[in-house]
């Protein structure tokens, strides 16, 4: 089936680089074991938001595989696909120490066969929030997730709120597509001075790291807000654009509420919307959410 390579200096953990590898191993451990399999897809550069899906997986499943795949479809041709930061003998560490049992790393032409042809696009959804900021995007993330879950077969797959635009377009797909396995959403993880973990923090020089927690000064303003009543999308934004104002080093890309569902703008906050904001920090885009209660 697989072969176990060393991934970490203190052990082994199976490492699968082909679909036939991966989907065979997720088969047997269902028939032989009754196993259930969780699936925590990645891009490397693991951090503990990562952490906190490998976790919440291993509670959930049986076995669980943790995918490292730096996508090239996702990425625009002006955006950071050769810089992205690769770690992987630390990912191979850190996925290991949270206890997952397998690690699928292919190639990009394992993924993409030469040749291929076919895509997803989940098309309206997908032009909204970063889908419009970064054209394309979306529909690469959602035709590289389809093949992970028909890779893997899992029962569940498990993602992080941080993304919370491509969280939506992915459950439209696995509706749409009425595909078996469930996608479980798991909350921000921060670092201690609120900053939302992403693997592009590490292109922040310092000064650019105080200035980024400009978004989630945002955040917390609209948090406060509607605690203290406030529902308009108008003034939530207003409010928001403010903060932003304060620091003028970070380019605001979009504050917006939406419906979480359909990633569609709405004038009033109600239990569940989605507030989001994207901005530029010198040369680094980053985005925050939070989901308003």
Same mark, same amino acid.
């Given at each position: 089936?697989?072969?176990?390579?060393?991934?970490?200096?203190?052990?082994?953990?199976?490492?699968?680089?082909?679909?036939?590898?991966?989907?065979?191993?997720?088969?047997?451990?269902?028939?032989?074991?009754?196993?259930?399999?969780?699936?925590?897809?990645?891009?490397?550069?693991?951090?503990?938001?990562?952490?906190?899906?490998?976790?919440?997986?291993?509670?959930?499943?049986?076995?669980?595989?943790?995918?490292?795949?730096?996508?090239?479809?996702?990425?625009?041709?002006?955006?950071?696909?050769?810089?992205?930061? /690769?770690?992987?003998?630390?990912?191979? %560490? #850190?996925?290991?120490?949270? !206890?997952?049992?397998?690690?699928?790393? $292919? *190639? @990009?032409?394992?993924?993409?066969?030469?040749?291929?042809?076919?895509?997803?696009?989940?098309?309206?959804?997908?032009?909204?929030?970063?889908?419009?900021?970064?054209?394309?995007?979306?529909?690469?993330?959602?035709?590289?997730?389809?093949?992970?879950?028909?890779?893997?077969?899992?029962?569940?797959?498990?993602?992080?709120?941080?993304?919370?635009?491509?969280?939506?377009?992915?459950?439209?797909?696995?509706?749409?597509?009425?595909?078996?396995?469930?996608?479980?959403?798991?909350?921000?993880?921060?670092?201690?001075?609120?900053?939302?973990?992403?693997?592009?923090?590490?292109?922040?020089?310092?000064?650019?790291?105080?200035?980024?927690?400009?978004?989630?000064?945002?955040?917390?303003?609209?948090?406060?807000?509607?605690? /203290?009543?406030?529902?308009?999308?108008? %003034? #939530?934004?207003?409010?928001? !654009?403010?903060?932003?104002?304060?620091? $003028? *080093? @970070?380019?605001?890309?979009?504050?917006?509420?939406?419906?979480?569902?359909?990633?569609?703008?709405?004038?009033?906050?109600?239990?569940?919307?989605?507030?989001?904001?994207?901005?530029?920090?010198?040369?680094?885009?980053?985005?925050?959410?939070?989901?308003?209660?």
């Amino acid at each position: 089936m697989g072969r176990a390579e060393r991934g970490t200096e203190t052990g082994l953990i199976e490492i699968f680089r082909t679909v036939e590898e991966l989907r065979s191993w997720t088969r047997a451990q269902r028939s032989e074991h009754g196993s259930t399999v969780g699936l925590v897809p990645t891009m490397g550069a693991l951090h503990a938001g990562h952490a906190s899906l490998i976790r919440a997986a291993r509670r959930a499943c049986s076995q669980v595989a943790v995918s490292i795949f730096v996508n090239p479809t996702q990425f625009g041709p002006n955006e950071d696909f050769a810089k992205y930061p /690769r770690s992987f003998e630390q990912d191979c %560490a #850190l996925a290991e120490r949270e !206890g997952a049992d397998v690690l699928f790393v $292919p *190639a @990009v032409e394992e993924m993409y066969p030469a040749g291929g042809e076919t895509v997803v696009d989940v098309e309206r959804l997908s032009r909204r929030l970063d889908g419009r900021s970064r054209p394309g995007h979306f529909r690469g993330v959602a035709t590289v997730v389809a093949k992970l879950l028909i890779a893997a077969e899992p029962e569940f797959a498990f993602f992080g709120q941080k993304d919370a635009a491509q969280v939506a377009v992915i459950r439209r797909m696995a509706a749409d597509l009425r595909m078996a396995t469930g996608i479980v959403v798991c909350p921000i993880v921060r670092d201690a001075d609120g900053l939302a973990l992403s693997s592009r923090n590490a292109y922040l020089s310092a000064q650019e790291r105080a200035q980024a927690l400009t978004l989630n000064r945002a955040i917390q303003r609209v948090e406060s807000l509607v605690a /203290r009543g406030e529902r308009g999308a108008s %003034a #939530l934004i207003a409010a928001t !654009g403010e903060v932003f104002a304060a620091e $003028p *080093a @970070v380019r605001m890309d979009y504050i917006e509420l939406v419906d979480w569902a359909t990633l569609e703008t709405v004038n009033t906050a109600v239990p569940g919307s989605l507030f989001a904001v994207a901005a530029w920090v010198g040369k680094t885009r980053l985005i925050d959410n939070t989901i308003l209660q």
